[in-house]
């Protein structure tokens, strides 16, 4: 999976990371930090009766804060569905979600709508652009939706798009963009209001190896942080090198889960 020629993409972060190790460190008297994200026991089943679907089975699941973690497995093996429990789209049947040591489910409706906006960026597996809006204003939601002044919010979002290699293509409308554009303005609109946990469902699924090397980069220099986390569903294992951790799934569970450093010494 790893070419031996190939550089960890986060090799060029040595220092950050060394500086990020400090807070967990013995000799650091601050208090551990909690995981991104802690899943225990959950438990999501859809439909009654007979047409019921237990979909995941009991899933235990950790992100680390400063990685990014990969989540593999086969189609229907639950993980949409998985870390939209986590991202707060969908109630588990069971079990306890807790983003940054806070469980979200136990706040109050608006508290919870709040967190979530503050805290996390989404990427659709279908995308889920708003078809009237332009790209800029698309990727722009997350920053009018918490205040920001439209024009600095449209230029933030410039700013971004432009990384991303869509700098031509800001004013146009989901429907003339490719898919793999659309995919980029959707990474756009969860990164834009800088989210401490970042969750993006086959980020890479419609690209070509450059753009998505270069999606998986932001991606990689946004989970480098103390206090940020990027869990990325992928079958792609062309970027599978960029996983700090992967955690295997099937048919509902969690198999194992395995470091890059694991991985690489196989
Ligand atoms: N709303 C729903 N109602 C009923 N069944 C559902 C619903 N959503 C998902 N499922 C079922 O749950 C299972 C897991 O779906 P999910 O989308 O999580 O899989 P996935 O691992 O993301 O697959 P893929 O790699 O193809 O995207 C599938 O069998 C799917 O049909
Ligand atoms: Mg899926």
């Known amino acids: 999976m790893n070419s ?14 060394s500086t990020f190790d400090v807070p967990n460190s013995s000799f650091s008297s601050s208090p ?3 995981p991104a994200v802690s899943c225990a026991s959950i438990h999501k089943s859809f439909g009654t009766g007979e047409a019921r679907v237990e979909v995941l089975r009991g899933i235990d699941f950790t992100a680390a804060m400063g990685d990014m973690t990969f989540l593999v497995g086969p189609s229907g093996c639950g993980k949409t569905t998985l870390i939209s429990v986590i991202a707060g789209l969908l109630d588990a049947t069971s079990g ?7 469980e979200v ?6 508290d919870r709508i709040l967190f979530r906006r503050k805290n996390l960026g989404f990427v659709f597996q279908q995308y889920n652009l708003l078809p009237s809006l332009s790209a800029a204003e698309n990727a722009a939601v997350p920053l009018l939706a918490a205040g920001v002044p439209r024009s600095t919010a449209l230029e933030r979002a410039a700013h971004l798009l432009d990384r991303l ?11 003339i963009l490719s898919g793999g554009q659309q995919q980029r303005v959707a990474l756009a609109r969860a990164l834009v209001h800088e989210p401490r946990l970042v969750i993006c469902d ?7 190896a450059e753009s998505g090397h270069s999606v998986m980069e932001l991606l990689s220099q946004t989970a480098v942080h103390p206090d940020r986390a990027v869990i990325v569903v992928s079958h792609d294992n062309r970027v599978f090198h960029f996983a700090d951790r992967l955690a295997f799934m099937n048919d ?3 198999t194992k889960t395995e470091s890059q450093t694991a991985l690489q010494e196989k």
């Not at 489910?105 to 608006?110: D, F, G, K, N, T």
């Open 165 to 175: 290699g869509l700098g031509s293509r800001t004013k146009a409308l989901p429907k």
């Open 105 to 110: 489910a136990s706040l109050s409706s608006r």
């Open 32 to 34: 551990p930090l909690p």
């Open 4 to 17: 031996p020629n190939q550089p960890h993409p986060h090799s060029t972060f040595n220092v950050q990371r």
């Open 252 to 254: 509902g569970t969690i």
């Open 202 to 208: 086959e980020p890479t699924a419609a690209l070509d």
């Open 96 to 102: 306890t979600v807790e983003l940054f040591g806070t």
